[in-house]
């Protein structure tokens, strides 16, 4: 049982640690409007874990992809996703609409 709680404790306190982590981590915003992304160029910290609020503004579902940093999230007309990157060496990574491929972006690791 003594095993049971403490496994339990660490559970709770690396999510803690997560939750914190998450709270001070860079945020960068990026708008889907238009069938573009806005900006089409985003800038982002060398090997530094951050996330990317992806807002969708125009009437259909789209997804935020991206094989370069390996994401892929749905994104519904008139709402925010939260998705975290990284840390990612120094280049150049592509992202698109998966759902309108013509409609893409890159995101430049510095």
């Known amino acids: 049982m003594r ?3 403490l496994a339990m ?3 709770f306190a690396g999510a803690l640690a997560t939750g914190a982590d998450a709270e ?3 945020e960068y915003k990026l708008v889907l409007q238009n069938h573009q992304f806005e900006p089409a160029t985003l800038k982002v910290p060398a090997n530094t874990k951050f996330k990317v609020l992806v807002s969708n503004r125009d009437p259909a579902p789209m ?3 991206s094989a370069d940093f390996n994401r892929e999230k749905i994104v519904l007309p008139n709402s925010t996703v939260t998705v975290f990157v990284g840390p990612l060496e120094k280049g150049t990574y592509k992202f698109f609409d998966d759902f309108h491929q013509a409609t893409t ?3 430049v690791v510095e």
């Open 24 to 26: 001070t981590m860079p």
């Open 63 to 65: 997804e935020f992809e």
């Open 105 to 107: 972006g890159v995101l």
């Open 9 to 11: 404790a660490i559970v």
């Open 3 to 5: 095993r049971l709680i």
